[in-house]
């Protein structure tokens, strides 16, 4: 049975000794961000203490709390671990790095931190709940029970000890002792719909339906959104055979939740035994779309079709079935009654030998198990799973959107362009570069260039009397190599490609070896190809479903680029930009390579760590990937912990 509630409660820590007022003001800064869940905040203010005093440990960890709220279990545990390493007796770095572990499923490690832990501080209840939550996923539940009992023996007002004890001693079959627990937590809270919700649950498995439902009734009075509640109050009415009252609960639940996969299809099974199997089977094709090859779903949605003779529409969920699952025997048997209504009884003969031949293949594997018709493997439970894949995870940081259906892409090339002085304001939008630095000082700041791959929003008006100065400066300066460079730039921005090129070209008729044109050249030339080819899929109709993909010629983009290189072979940008050449080209290894050399030469290009981390997801490496994302968020890629969500915080199961 699912937990109600896990002990991670993040406490208030002190200060410890620092040597500076600024310091420990920052540290507050930063833990205030995490109590208003601003972690990003937090981290940058972390990192900014880390910068400066790399010694302290109290960074490290609260750095790894906002990372552990983030789901960067990974970049948690390496901050838990640097703080360990300055502070060998830091309980709590002990403690939270269990925890991070525990996420990780790596349950080995977090029992060896719970009990560093305890032995540092045998007095903390709350290190004893989390190791029993850790202990209850090993499967110990006896063990479990024993440490929520040790630290309710701490704090006996743990409400969730009391919940989570409960659930281990319902585990064990103690009954009893589980609704003791409820109705202690119900003391100390009498307002909490955990309790009464489990305590409706535990009466429920006794049979006990109709005390269940009025402590069903109480949770949903403290929260009516609580779907979970509503499905076993559902499940309790059914059980009563009062099946208004069940068909009622069930849609409530979708009301809240139109994504709950389990409510659609209960309502269906509900629906089915009313006799409403149109409304049956409606709710059944939400549950396909949910869940497009679910074989049980298309097997019962099939026998609802035979009960209003819809005998063509049943044949084909029943021939669905066997597509994804080709052992399916029910599959055939039901195939073949629907060909024998419909008279085609060769079809109907053909698929009962089909059935005999599996089920006498199932036979011999199991030796004689008359059930052997039934497939219990992994791979059989997989197909007939009824979880949405559209389940939606999302929270809100300080305005951010924390979303697990991001759009993932790659973090864009580099190039050279003008740099409105207010977005210095705005955040990290540049990297230190000395040819730029160099440019800069000689013209004072006016203009001022930059290396990013970040789009700076240009007022309009600003736009258009900048550009007009330019081509005016370009005649009467009879071609300026500077304003050519700013010119192309700008129309490098707005995607007027063959303009830019055609800047940055003859700036390169007069300098060949000029650094800033060779990387815009082979960037505006990339760009370019690539907005054609996003055209041509738009537009261009598929005619056969063979047609080789057309593979774009980046060679010429390489070129440049390699020429960057040969020029200033520390220019990490160029190197960068042929990386994500490479990842265009399907060179993943290459470009892995590539992204590893620009971190070696700039270990502060976050782009490089969240475009590797990437590839590592593609690979297959997930370790790997989440190091690199978590390294990329800390340098302030915030999309990083959004890509951790998606694809790294996920069990394999």
Request: charged share 30%; with cysteine; aromatic share 12%.
């Amino acid at each position: 049975m699912k937990r109600y509630c896990l002990v991670i409660l993040f406490c208030c820590l002190g200060l410890g000794g620092f040597a500076q007022w600024n310091t420990a003001s920052m540290l507050n800064e930063g833990k205030t961000a995490i109590y208003f869940d601003d972690y990003i905040s937090a981290i940058e203010n972390f990192n900014h203490i880390i910068r400066v005093k790399p010694y302290l440990s109290e960074p490290y960890f609260f750095r790894g709390l906002a990372k552990l709220n983030l789901d960067d279990f990974e970049g948690a545990v390496a901050d838990y671990t640097k703080a360990i390493e300055l502070n060998p007796n830091y309980f709590h770095a002990y403690m939270y790095r269990g925890i991070a572990y525990h996420n990780l499923k790596r349950y080995e490690e977090a029992m060896n931190d719970y009990n560093t832990a305890i032995s540092i501080n045998p007095g903390d209840a709350y290190v004893f709940a989390n190791r029993a939550i850790t202990k209850a996923d090993m499967g110990d539940y006896k063990g479990a029970e024993e440490d929520y009992s040790k630290a309710l023996r701490i704090d006996g007002q743990l409400v969730a000890a009391y919940l989570n004890r409960a659930i281990m001693r319902e585990q064990l079959d103690d009954m009893e002792g589980a609704i003791m627990d409820c109705n202690a937590a119900i003391k100390l809270n009498m307002f909490s719909d955990e309790a009464y919700g489990l305590r409706g649950y535990l009466e429920f498995r006794q049979k006990n339906y109709e005390e269940a439902i009025e402590d069903y009734n109480k949770a949903l009075r403290l929260n009516p959104q609580n779907k979970r509640v509503l499905m076993s109050r559902a499940i309790a009415w059914y059980e009563l055979k009062k099946y208004p009252e069940t068909l009622e609960d069930y849609t409530a639940v979708l009301k809240i939740d139109s994504t709950y996969a389990y409510a659609y299809y209960n309502r269906a099974l509900l629906r089915a035994e009313i006799g409403d199997y149109n409304n049956a089977i409606r709710d059944l094709d939400h549950v396909l779309d949910m869940n497009p090859d679910n074989i049980l779903i298309y097997f019962n949605r099939g026998l609802l079709k035979m009960d209003i003779k819809d005998y063509r529409g049943a044949y084909d969920d029943f021939s669905t079935s066997i597509m994804i699952y080709p052992d399916f025997v029910k599959a055939y048997l039901a195939r073949a009654a629907v060909s024998s209504a419909m008279k085609d009884y060769a079809a109907a003969g053909k698929d009962q030998y089909k059935a005999e031949e599996i089920m006498e293949r199932y036979r011999k594997m199991k030796e004689g198990d008359k059930n052997a018709l039934v497939d219990t493997t992994v791979n059989f439970q997989r197909l007939i799973d009824i979880n949405s894949r559209d389940d939606r995870m999302k929270e809100v940081i300080n305005g951010r959107l924390q979303d697990k259906h991001v759009i993932v892409e790659l973090q864009e090339v580099f190039v050279v362009q003008y740099l409105p002085l207010d977005t210095l304001r705005k955040g990290k939008v540049q990297y230190f570069n000395r040819q730029v630095m160099s440019f800069n000082q000689r013209h004072n700041y006016l203009p001022a260039l930059t290396v990013s791959n970040k789009k700076f929003d240009y007022p309009e008006a600003f736009l258009e009397d900048y550009m007009k100065r330019l081509s005016d400066n370009i005649v009467e300066n009879k071609g300026a190599i500077d304003d050519y460079l700013l010119r192309g730039a700008l129309y490098l921005h707005q995607g007027q490609f063959t303009e830019a090129i055609n800047d940055f070209k003859k700036i390169l008729d007069k300098d060949p070896r000029n650094l800033f044109a060779l990387l815009n050249l082979a960037s505006a030339r990339m760009r370019m190809y690539d907005y054609i080819e996003s055209i041509e899929e738009r537009t261009t109709p598929v005619v056969d479903d063979e047609k080789e993909h057309r593979v774009v010629d980046y060679s010429l983009v390489l070129e440049g680029y390699k020429k960057c290189l040969e020029i200033d072979s520390t220019f990490v940008f160029a190197k960068f930009n042929m990386a994500n050449v490479y990842v265009k080209s399907g060179k993943i290894e290459e470009a892995i390579a590539l992204y590893s050399e620009v971190i070696e030469e700039d270990p502060d290009i976050a782009e490089a760590y969240y475009n590797r981390g990437l590839l590592y997801i593609y690979s297959g490496n997930k370790p790997a990937a989440n190091a690199d994302l978590s390294k990329a968020g800390e340098l302030g890629l915030t999309d990083s912990y959004s890509v951790i969500k998606r694809y790294c915080s996920e069990s394999e199961d």
